[in-house]
């Protein structure tokens, strides 16, 4: 049997509205200021967070590979017992890849759903036809990965500072992150269903940047195609497209991102 995700639990006391489910992207953690979900502590006050470790990132268990399938089945069981008593559904939220493995559970287990929010999602099946999201295949299918022998450490310079990005503290933490992030599954080679999340009766909000402000190298590498996705997803969604300033919405612009989760949120409870 596999052994659980970690979750760390935000309740500041005065939680009263169903509880929200977030999973994180690549080189970093749940919990984590830098690129997760640290700056949404604040909706903590008003409803019970459940911060998820996908597999070999922060306190969650190694995994041999990284797999947006496998991160689905875990998103699942961390749903089912989410709700409290019954299983009643929870809202969920996630970034990235997360963003990806969140689709594919909700559209898996609707039932315990109450709305979905997909920060950036690495969706991009969807958006096959647009002309970033084509580019972006190509460079995957001319790329034969890392290279061998690279450590984790040179991957997250790469990651980062090879994009035009300051990159992090190397500590324990991230190191394992960019380990994981290394050899996780490809997101192009995803192609979630979108009609039971589509025909689900709870809403959906799809956020992304406009990528004002971003290195130029990682607009072009990531940032084309992640708009073209978001925009394709919110359509085959038929989602709220909620954009905002910069290119990391939850770590750069959390007020409004908050607001939007908010607004989201107290649609259905």
Request: glycine fraction near 10%; aromatic fraction near 6%.
């Amino acid at each position: 049997m596999r052994k659980p995700l970690h979750v760390t639990t935000w309740d500041d006391g005065a939680a009263h509205g169903a509880p929200a489910v977030f999973v994180h992207g690549i080189l970093t953690w749940a919990t984590d200021e830098r690129y997760g979900f640290g700056a949404q502590r604040e909706l903590a006050r008003e409803r019970r967070l459940l911060m998820t470790d996908r597999r070999g990132y922060g306190q969650s268990p190694d995994t041999g590979r990284s797999d947006f399938e496998e991160d689905a089945e875990d998103l699942v069981k961390v749903l089912e017992s989410a709700g409290g008593p019954a299983g009643s559904p929870a809202h969920l939220v996630g970034h990235a890849n997360g963003g990806l493995a969140a689709l594919i559970a909700a559209g898996r287990r609707p039932d315990l759903v109450r709305s979905l929010a997909l920060i950036q999602p690495s969706v991009f099946r969807v958006a096959a036809d647009r002309a970033p999201v084509r580019a972006l295949y190509e460079r995957v299918a001319e790329s034969s990965g890392p290279p061998p022998g690279l450590s984790p450490e040179e991957f997250l310079r790469a990651s980062t500072e090879g994009i035009g990005m300051e990159p992090p503290e190397p500590t324990p933490a991230r190191l394992r992150a960019a380990r994981t992030s290394m050899g996780e599954r490809g997101v192009w080679e995803a192609d979630p269903a979108l009609a039971p999340v589509r025909d689900a009766p709870w809403p959906v909000l799809v956020i992304s940047g406009d990528w004002t402000g971003a290195p130029p190298l990682y607009r072009e590498y990531a940032g084309e195609a992640l708009m073209a996705a978001a925009e394709a997803l919110t359509d085959a969604l038929a989602a709220r497209h909620l954009r905002v300033p910069g290119y990391y919405p939850h770590t750069q612009q959390p007020a409004l991102v908050n607001a939007g989760l908010r607004e989201l949120w107290a649609k259905t409870g």
